[in-house]
């Protein structure tokens, strides 16, 4: 099935609009992983998006058993992203823990390179030439053909390419329409709101400046990790204009939320973090659902946020 395509950051790679977040996969039988892969792929989506973390690694092991017995799932179709840095009680952007951490991602996924590799969280103590040394030794010996982060700000990664050769293609940033400060803090410019606070140094607009495709995780989450916004009460406006937009398209108030994320034109991606087929099918259908600019604003204010 045709969806959307992104360009992503500098690879001249297209790929889907929204990609499988597998962190909640851990819990499927090797059987139930298999079918989950087939109905994203039958769907239109061919992109995972893993990390050493999730499931204690369960989710990449299940992932690799159920791909690599399937005959109908070639290896060179898929697109396989995963994450490092995050370790029990702190955060290792080592070259020693980058290339260990790679290591045991490829054998748990059954595969001989990643597509991408993320820095999945900023490490205080990182040494940028580790990181750099780390990159070239992925890169050199095949096990990694691209790089990013994830939750960086915009001079955190200013600092790693003064020393990474590699371009960093790629951001994963928390974005949803209740949590959107990287966009309100660009709306609500020398005011005295809340929004107007730069709680990430512009990283929207610097993400923009240099080709860095922003990918969106919990993209139906509310503040303060409260649980989805979709039917509650406490975004009842919000709801009430969902409601509103899915009739007038067809589609479901799950779609219409994710569309607004693919509305904005910096070409972000999904991460759709479900176990739900059924709702990850319902998020698919955002690629083929255009809200128009007037929509996306109200939307926006419908969720709370001001206009100056």
Same mark, same amino acid.
């Given at each position: 099935?045709?969806?959307?395509?992104?360009?992503?950051?500098?690879?001249?790679?297209?790929?889907?609009?929204?990609?499988?977040?597998?962190?909640?996969?851990?819990?499927?039988?090797?059987?139930?992983?298999?079918?989950?892969?087939?109905?994203?792929?039958?769907?239109?989506?061919?992109?995972?998006? =893993?990390?050493?973390?999730?499931?204690?690694?369960?989710?990449?092991?299940?992932?690799?058993?159920?791909?690599?017995?399937?005959?109908?799932?070639?290896?060179? #179709?898929?697109?396989?992203?995963?994450?490092?840095?995050?370790?029990?009680?702190?955060?290792d952007?080592s070259?020693?823990? +980058?290339?260990?951490?790679?290591?045991?991602?490829?054998?748990?996924?059954?595969?001989?390179?990643?597509?991408?590799?993320?820095?999945?969280?900023?490490?205080?103590?990182?040494?940028?030439?580790?990181?750099?040394?780390?990159? #070239?030794?992925?890169?050199?010996?095949?096990?990694?053909?691209?790089?990013?982060?994830?939750?960086?700000?915009?001079?955190?990664?200013?600092?790693?390419?003064?020393?990474?050769?590699?371009?960093?293609?790629?951001?994963?940033?928390?974005?949803? +329409?209740?949590?959107?400060?990287?966009?309100?803090?660009?709306?609500?410019?020398?005011?005295?709101? #809340?929004?107007?606070?730069?709680?990430?140094?512009?990283?929207?607009?610097?993400?923009r400046? =240099?080709d860095?495709?922003?990918?969106?995780?919990?993209?139906?989450?509310?503040?303060?990790?409260?649980?989805?916004?979709?039917?509650?009460?406490?975004?009842?406006?919000?709801?009430?204009?969902?409601?509103?937009?899915?009739?007038?398209?067809?589609?479901? #108030?799950?779609?219409?939320?994710?569309?607004?994320?693919?509305?904005h034109?910096?070409?972000?991606?999904?991460?759709?973090?479900?176990?739900?087929?059924?709702?990850?099918k319902?998020?698919?259908?955002?690629?083929?659902?255009?809200?128009?600019?007037?929509?996306?604003?109200?939307?926006?204010?419908?969720a709370? =946020?001001?206009?100056?």
């Amino acid at each position: 099935m045709p969806q959307k395509q992104i360009r992503l950051g500098t690879t001249g790679m297209k790929t889907p609009a929204v990609i499988v977040g597998c962190m909640r996969l851990s819990e499927f039988s090797v059987q139930e992983m298999n079918h989950f892969i087939h109905t994203a792929v039958e769907n239109g989506t061919n992109f995972f998006d =893993h990390a050493d973390i999730y499931g204690a690694g369960k989710s990449e092991e299940l992932f690799g058993a159920a791909v690599s017995g399937d005959t109908s799932l070639r290896r060179e #179709d898929l697109i396989l992203q995963s994450k490092c840095g995050i370790r029990k009680g702190y955060y290792d952007l080592s070259r020693e823990h +980058i290339i260990d951490s790679v290591d045991g991602i490829l054998k748990r996924l059954q595969t001989e390179y990643l597509d991408i590799l993320l820095l999945h969280r900023p490490d205080a103590l990182v040494e940028p030439e580790e990181v750099a040394a780390a990159f #070239d030794e992925l890169e050199k010996s095949g096990k990694v053909r691209y790089f990013g982060v994830s939750n960086h700000k915009p001079m955190q990664i200013e600092l790693l390419k003064k020393y990474v050769r590699q371009p960093l293609h790629i951001n994963q940033l928390q974005y949803s +329409i209740p949590v959107s400060n990287m966009v309100a803090n660009g709306i609500e410019v020398n005011m005295e709101t #809340d929004g107007a606070t730069d709680r990430d140094g512009s990283v929207l607009d610097y993400c923009r400046l =240099h080709d860095i495709t922003i990918q969106a995780w919990s993209p139906f989450q509310m503040p303060d990790w409260q649980g989805c916004f979709l039917g509650n009460e406490a975004y009842a406006p919000l709801n009430r204009e969902i409601s509103i937009l899915k009739e007038k398209y067809g589609v479901t #108030d799950t779609a219409i939320a994710a569309a607004w994320i693919l509305r904005h034109p910096a070409g972000m991606q999904i991460v759709a973090g479900t176990s739900s087929e059924k709702r990850l099918k319902e998020i698919l259908e955002a690629e083929k659902t255009e809200l128009t600019r007037e929509e996306w604003y109200r939307l926006y204010l419908a969720a709370g =946020h001001p206009l100056p």
